[in-house]
T-cell receptor, first 115, second 114 residues
Framework: AQTVTQSQPEMSVQEAETVTLSCTYD???????LFWYKQPPSRQMILVIR??????QNATENRFSVNFQKAAKSFSLKISDSQLGDTAMYFC????????????FGKGITLSVRP | KAGVTQTPRYLIKTRGQQVTLSCSPI?????VSWYQQTPGQGLQFLFE???????NKGNFPGRFSGRQFSNSRSEMNVSTLELGDSALYLC?????????????FGDGTRLSIL
């Protein structure tokens, strides 16, 4: 079974600064996908970024980028130029494609952006 | 394009009752998954439906069931409610089942058991 670990329960960052959220996972699979989801107080889970395990290049989406270290099973999210609207819970998630595909989530981290 | 729609947004029930939650996926999406979110257990997978068939199931008791209709809308039913069933229930849709498609979530249904 796959597990996803987010060891930091809370983080805080000043507006316009950069913050990195950590995530590690455990799997014996070679082909899989990793995601970061954002859940603001409005509750809707929003996909932030996605990484395919077979791609060595780190995914980026505007101010959001990941540092994917496959050998270390690490998948951290970097948020540049933090904005007040980035305040939310962030979940790291793992998915193995195929018949039993499902998202396995970490416990999440609460990120607060200070003005 | 409308997103994933979940109804109702809030629900209050008492122990022993049953409840039905509804989820309408994004137009064209045929796979619907359900997740339970609680402060203690986090996000846990309940089940996934595709083409009106349950394709995958998480580790939940048989009191939790679901179904999917021909228009891809899905319902989740919980019978004999327990206090521990209080949670945010999230529905997610994707284009197809078992592929590398990202899942898009609704706003969830907040279920409170008194």
């Amino acid at each position: 079974a796959q597990t996803v670990t987010q060891s930091q329960p809370e983080m805080s960052v000043q507006e316009a600064e950069t913050v990195t959220l950590s995530c590690t996972y455990d799997t014996s699979e070679s082909n899989y996908y990793l995601f970061w989801y954002k859940q603001p107080p409005s509750r809707q889970m929003i996909l932030v970024i996605r990484q395919e395990a077979y791609k060595q290049q780190n995914a980026t989406e505007n101010r959001f980028s990941v540092n994917f270290q496959k050998a270390a099973k690490s998948f951290s999210l970097k948020i540049s130029d933090s904005q007040l609207g980035d305040t939310a819970m962030y979940f790291c998630a793992f998915m193995k494609p195929g018949a039993n595909s499902k998202l396995t989530f970490g416990k999440g981290i609460t990120l607060s952006v200070r003005p | 394009k409308a997103g994933v729609t979940q109804t109702p947004r809030y629900l209050i029930k008492t122990r022993g009752q049953q409840v039905t939650l509804s989820c309408s996926p994004i137009s064209g999406h045929r796979s619907v998954s359900w997740y339970q979110q609680t402060p203690g257990q986090g996000l846990q997978f309940l089940f996934e439906y595709f083409s009106e068939t349950q394709r995958n199931k998480g580790n939940f008791p048989g009191r939790f069931s679901g179904r999917q209709f021909s228009n891809s809308r899905s319902e989740m039913n919980v019978s004999t409610l327990e206090l521990g069933d209080s949670a945010l229930y999230l529905c997610a849709s994707s284009l197809v089942w078992g592929a590398d498609q990202p899942q898009h979530f609704g706003d969830g249904t907040r279920l409170s058991i008194l």
